[in-house]
């Protein structure tokens, strides 16, 4: 009897710890190994030259600087935009809330890149289209903004990172108990004076967290960058490991100038952990009955104003101009019948042999790392969440450990490892696969993890007791409870993948296009009615999704019950 | 009696070859419709590309032509890279920095391939080893916004470009790139030395990367002046209609002659040098001379009225050799001196 007990616990934990130690070495330890090996390499042996080189480069200092400037501000400018829409959606009587959340939720899934582009043409300092309206109200010579910039590139960026923030302050502002905000009013305090001194200190590390949040997703991006800070004469961190990557290649120096964004973001993430798992708030982790919501009086409006003015700016101004430029034959010229015309839509669907296999391409992988990606990520959920096997908890740790790794950085690490023997998978859709799903797991983790949470073992255990096996409870009893989770999961991935650039870029070949690297190159060579047509696609293919998704949870993904 | 002969062999030998050419044709045809498709890395601009692309599709149905359009630099880098992973893609290479093919022959890439008809094309379209000719040229210019700046006002020369009123106003593409950039650098630092670029920089220039950017970043009004730019592209906009002047300065205009090979290792080498035979047809040059503005080697294509002639140019050519070996610090200095 003892010993059929010890032979089940090790049946079922050996093979799953050795699949997933195949994988993880495949997808991250061969990568990083090599990305630190070839940071300390050099013809002579091991070397700290290449360190010593990158960092003692004035102008790689500068891109180093202009990347902290970059993300601090991000954070900064996110926390001043998504604390108080958070606040405003989740607690006033603010009006109009779905659609604000609508909105929201679709500037969290708008590629950044393609954010950034659009405000290319709003507001480059003398074609953009709001410069030139200010210029005709006032006569001004000198425009409005000029996008161009570190404040336009940190404007950008946090128009398109500030979701991170509120997402994370709204799902706070939700457990914590109304009874102590109440209790302040009865004492007499005003509604700013509840907020500030009781609602903002109770949210505080959640406030934190998504400020680190933002801040991550400013230092791993490399498309917006690219897009604003390259015409300006400016490097980031990511812009500059791609140019590493430019003939003569200088791989050695990209992997070195790597290691500090890898060791940034690892350190920010830990720092996120700890300020997320403390405990001792005692009026956060509750629902408490029903909560009024506080009455916002004569400023009802201002702030819907305010709400709407941002989001003008990260949806509406945006998919307006993308629109126009797609359907014009000159962008920067007014909309007139003459200016009118379908052969954008034509050129690149039916002219442009590139579009063809980039739809191909980006579909194919789309759909093969979010199915795989979501059966791993329901599988790995399962086992931590019933602790099938001993260690599970590591198990757990180690899905979500690709979080730390940047786009860009995994990228770099990809390529050394892959295009060497043994494994030559530089070259093919394999090595782009390799990089989403890395890039996704953790985020197909998180959402499976909640799935498996919601779905209580009790249930299970009854099906046992009655006598069902494991996996027939596995089949009648949790897949259909867990199926709209899953289907969540994969939905997530897929938005992910399809826009992915930081790792595309350097991973692609020209046989292996994907759309985010065609828009990229089209950029280069400015051909704005292309690209312009391609992100609605993507656009569209993206919402295609997330409908597909609020379907399957019946209710938005930001967390609200329609 | 004597000259009837000759006559007679004359034609003999001109339809025997005639035949030969025909024969071979067949054969070369039919072993490229086998491959079923070319894949081309080409930096000449997309629609001019596509362009092309589809008129040998037309011709040759059945054979598909893989348009995969990037910047001259950017080429070089992926082929470099596919090259050591052991990948084979490529079958036909068009860039406008002639040192790549420099490099390219030296690291025995290439295939050894006189298109037909190439004969006729003058010494500077020609590598002597039989390895690339030169299937386009261009100029560079400067170009500015009609609307923006008014005739009389605008830069006439290259060194006009250094005045402090144009701060701000300028937009340049990047010669790490594009290979018609790379040549004008080099071309201009013979001219002035680097000095000239040190102090463009001073302006504030606007950086863009195509060679085709400075001129629709012009036309759109984001910047009155482009510093460079292939010609052609600026002709294109001018044709459509948009408010684009072009300048040739007189201190001399850099020449580039982008040339294309086929490589050793192409994966269609049937299809690869039809299609390369094709694009050196006269009848393909002169599409390029009409609807692209571009310049040719073809000795009987007609160009344009509205565009001065080669011959009128003072033409700044690079040589290859110096291209390929100065590439490096041709991309180090701009870098150093633009910041990007």
């Given amino acids: ?562 | 009696m004597t000259r009837m002969v000759s006559a007679l062999v004359a034609a003999v030998v001109i339809l025997g070859s005639a035949a030969v050419a025909a024969a071979q044709d067949a054969a070369l045809v039919e072993a490229a419709k086998k491959e079923g498709k070319v894949v081309w890395y080409t930096s000449l601009v997309l629609p001019s590309a596509e362009k092309v692309a589809k008129l040998f599709e037309a011709a040759y149905p059945g054979i598909r032509v893989d348009v995969n359009r990037t910047g001259s630099q950017r080429i070089l880098q992926k082929i470099l890279q596919e090259l050591q992973a052991g990948i084979k893609n490529a079958d036909v290479v068009h860039t406008s920095d002639a040192g790549h093919f420099v490099l390219l022959k030296d690291k025995k890439l290439l295939l050894r391939y006189l298109p037909q008809g190439i004969d006729k094309f003058p010494a500077g379209f020609k590598d002597k080893d039989g390895y690339y000719f030169g299937l386009r040229a261009t100029v560079n210019v400067i170009a500015y916004n009609t609307r923006a700046v008014a005739a009389a006002d605008a830069p006439k020369t290259w060194k006009d470009l250094l005045d402090a009123k144009w701060k701000g106003k300028l937009v340049t593409a990047h010669p790490g790139y594009s290979g018609v950039i790379s040549t004008h650098v080099l071309a201009l630092v013979h001219l002035f030395g680097w000095d000239y670029f040190k102090q463009l920089a001073q302006n504030k220039v606007m950086i863009t990367q195509s060679a085709a950017d400075p001129l629709t970043v012009v036309a759109s009004g984001e910047r009155p002046v482009a510093v460079n730019g292939g010609e052609y592209s600026a002709y294109q906009l001018k044709k459509k209609g948009s408010p684009i002047e072009i300048v040739y300065p007189k201190e001399g205009v850099p020449l580039v002659v982008s040339p294309t090979a086929i490589m050793a290792a192409a994966p269609h080498p049937s299809a690869a040098k039809l299609f390369t035979d094709f694009t050196f047809t006269r009848e393909i040059q002169q599409v390029m001379a009409d609807s692209e503005g571009l310049y040719t080697g073809h000795p009987e294509v007609k160009y344009p009225t509205d565009k001065p002639k080669m011959t009128e140019l003072k033409l700044l050519p690079v040589d290859p050799e110096e291209l390929e070996k100065r590439n490096e610090e041709i991309k180090k200095r701009f870098v150093e001196f633009f910041g990007a």
């Fill in chain 1, 1 to 562: 009897m003892r010993s059929t007990v010890v032979r089940s616990t090790f049946d079922r934990s050996v093979p799953v710890w050795i699949a997933t130690a195949v994988t993880l070495v495949l997808l991250m330890i061969l990568p990083l190994g090599w990305l630190g090996w070839v940071s300390v390499s050099s013809e002579q042996g091991a070397t700290l030259a290449n360190y010593v080189q990158v960092f003692g480069d004035p102008h790689l200092q500068k891109a180093l600087w202009n990347t902290i400037v970059l993300a601090f501000w991000v954070g900064t400018a996110s926390l001043a935009v998504g604390v108080p829409m958070a606040w405003l959606t989740g607690r006033t009587d603010l009006p109009g809330k779905r659609v604000i959340r609508a909105l929201i939720m679709a500037s969290f899934v708008t590629p950044p890149f393609l954010g950034a582009f659009a405000w290319v043409m709003l507001a480059g300092p003398n074609a953009g289209l709001l410069n030139k309206i200010y210029r005709g109200l006032t006569g001004s010579d000198d425009p409005l903004m000029n996008i161009f910039t570190m404040p336009g590139l940190i404007f950008v960026v946090a128009l398109y990172s500030f979701p991170y923030v509120y997402i994370m302050i709204v799902n706070t502002l939700e457990l914590i108990a109304s009874d102590l905000e109440e209790a302040g009013a009865i004492l007499g305090a005003s509604r700013l004076r509840v907020a500030l001194t009781i609602t903002l200190p109770l949210a505080f590390p959640a406030i934190l967290s998504g400020f680190i949040l933002a801040v991550l997703q400013a230092l791993a991006l490399f498309g917006s960058p690219a897009i604003l800070a390259l015409p300006a004469g400016f490097h980031t961190i990511t812009t500059q490991i791609w140019s590493f990557f430019q003939y003569p290649p200088k791989v050695e120096q990209a992997a070195a100038f790597s290691i500090p964004l890898l060791l940034a973001t690892a350190l920010l993430l830990q720092l996120q952990k700890r300020l997320l798992g403390r405990r001792g708030y005692a009026g956060v982790g509750g629902k408490t009955g029903a909560r009024r919501p506080i009455p916002l009086g004569r400023w009802r409006w201002v702030a819907l104003a305010g709400v709407f003015a941002v989001l003008a700016c990260t949806i509406v101004l945006p998919y307006a101009v993308l629109a126009k430029a797609a359907f014009a034959k000159a962008w920067a010229q007014p909309l007139s019948w003459d200016n009118l015309t379908l052969a954008n839509f034509t050129f690149t669907f039916f002219e442009y042999s590139a579009t063809r296999d980039a739809v191909i391409n980006t579909l194919e992988l789309g759909i093969m790392t979010a199915t795989v990606g979501a059966v791993m990520a329901a599988l790995l959920a399962y086992v931590t969440n019933r602790r099938l096997v001993p260690g599970h908890q590591a198990l757990g740790f180690l899905a979500v450990a690709p979080v730390v790794i940047p786009g860009v950085v995994l990228a770099v690490g990809l390529f050394i490892a892959y295009t060497r023997p043994p494994l030559v998978l530089y070259g093919t859709l394999a090595i782009l696969f390799v990089a989403y799903l890395t890039k996704e797991l953790p985020v197909g983790y998180a959402q499976a993890d909640t799935t498996f949470k919601g779905v209580h073992p009790e249930l299970e255990e009854a099906g046992r007791i009655l006598g069902a096996g494991r996996l027939r409870v596995l089949r009648e009893i949790t897949a259909p409870l867990a199926k709209s989770g899953i289907i969540a999961t994969w939905c997530f991935v897929f938005i992910g993948v399809i826009r992915e650039l930081s790792a595309s870029i350097i991973l692609f070949t020209p046989a292996t296009k994907v759309i985010s690297v065609v828009i990229f190159d089209l950029k280069e060579e400015g051909q704005f009615a292309a690209i312009s047509v391609l992100g609605l696609f993507m656009l569209a293919m993206t919402f295609g999704i997330v409908l597909l998704m609020q379907t399957a949870l019946g209710r938005d993904f930001l967390g609200a019950k329609d």
